[in-house]
């Protein structure tokens, strides 16, 4: 599976931002996507994760209440919603996909997914 991130940017803290992930093949419907992010200097960490056939989503504590995971199912394409930016939401952000054969819980280790996609730059300014 290819990932392809778009919609990052530069914007002013309180600003809102979208971002898509789309997939080369379809997504099937036991595996998650999710997203991830790596400020300078720091290690990738889990944002948030959604489970394709049910729609479960889980968030890291810092954004929830500000940003919404969701999918489109027939265009195989998983969005992050980012409202109410800050600064401290600066980092490249990835996409990425778990190979489930089972309803299983929904992950925030990076070791769990296996196909990554190329990262999108999101810098918020103050």
């Known amino acids: 599976v290819q990932l392809q991130a778009s919609g990052g940017g530069l914007v002013q803290a309180g600003g809102s931002l979208g971002l898509s992930c789309a997939a080369s093949?379809?997504?099937?419907?036991?595996?998650?996507m999710a997203w991830f992010r790596q400020a300078p200097g720091k290690e990738r960490r889990f944002v948030a994760a959604i489970s394709w056939r049910e729609g479960r989503t889980a968030y890291t504590d810092s954004v929830k209440g500000r940003f919404k995971i969701s999918r489109d199912n027939d265009k195989n394409t998983v969005y992050l919603r980012m409202d109410s930016l800050k600064p401290e939401d600066t980092a490249v952000y990835y996409c990425?996909?778990?190979?489930?054969?089972?309803?299983?819980?929904?992950?925030?280790?990076?070791?769990?997914?296996?196909?990554w996609g190329q990262g999108t730059q999101v810098t918020v300014s103050s």
């Open positions: 990425a996909v778990r190979q489930n054969r089972n309803r299983t819980p929904l992950a925030a280790s990076d070791t769990m997914y296996v196909f």
């Open positions: 093949e379809p997504i099937l419907s036991s595996y998650h």
